[in-house]
């Protein structure tokens, strides 16, 4: 029984981590990339990490799978959103049909600031080319 749940599981992580790697490929813009890499992935090794824990079955090798697990189930997503909004600070663009753009006027984003710092900039530079 135990070795049929190995294989389940062991099937089920590769599959996510497959969809993964497809979704790199297939998903149109540098954020839903980053969104199903994310989600997929740790999936996909927190699958195959609790395998590994049922195979081995000793008490060593189970708390450190259960450590990483606990570890990468918290760092990932945090992980993933500070990438997202440090890609979208620095003006990667989101896909032309994107429906919702959560961090426009969010003021906790440092995005006002800089359109701001922008556009003072822009008008520096306006104002010494009439000069």
């Known amino acids: 029984m135990t070795d049929i749940l190995i294989m389940i599981l ?17 998903m149109p813009d540098f954020y839903s990339r980053l969104s199903v890499t994310i989600k997929a992935a740790t999936l996909g090794v927190g ?10 079955a000793e008490f060593s090798v189970t708390t450190k799978t259960i450590s990483i697990i606990f570890f990468l189930f918290l760092t990932a997503p945090v992980a993933g959103y500070l990438i997202g ?16 753009d959560e961090m426009k006027d969010d003021p906790d984003s440092f995005c006002t600031m800089v359109k701001e710092n922008e556009e003072e900039a822009q008008s520096k530079s306006d104002s010494n080319k009439s000069k």
């Open 85 to 100: 909004k440090v890609a979208y600070v620095n003006g990667t663009k989101l896909w032309k049909h994107s429906i919702i």
């Open 10 to 26: 062991s099937t089920l992580g590769a599959l996510f981590i497959l969809v993964a790697s497809v979704g790199i490929y297939k």
């Open 47 to 56: 699958a195959i990490l609790i395998a590994a824990a049922l195979y081995f």
